[in-house]
């Protein structure tokens, strides 16, 4: 497997997974983005949101699990359904 060239491509740090939606046999994960507000609380900023594939979320959720702190290559495959951005 060749290494996924990541270089500009934007890191956003999300603070809570709010839901995951069912689309079909695919998932969507809605990720929230927070900052302080005036009254000390923290507002909704912004949403992210990724679409993928059932047995996708599965490999990405095993994979966060299972990693240690490191990368875990056996567990993200190709998949003939993913699309690079």
């Known amino acids: 497997m060749s290494e996924i060239d990541t ?3 934007q890191e956003v740090f999300c603070e809570a997974l709010a839901r995951v939606e069912r689309i079909g046999p695919n998932r969507r994960l809605v990720f929230v983005i927070t900052a302080p507000n005036s009254d000390g609380r923290r507002d909704q900023v912004a949403v992210l949101k ?3 594939s059932a ?3 599965f490999q990405a959720a095993r994979a966060i699990f299972s990693d ?3 990368a875990v ?3 993200i495959v190709a998949s ?3 699309w690079a951005n």
């Open 73 to 75: 290559a056996g567990l």
């Open 80 to 82: 003939p359904t993913a």
């Open 55 to 57: 047995e996708a979320s």
């Open 7 to 9: 270089y500009g491509v």
């Open 50 to 52: 990724v679409a993928m």
């Open 68 to 70: 240690g702190g490191e």
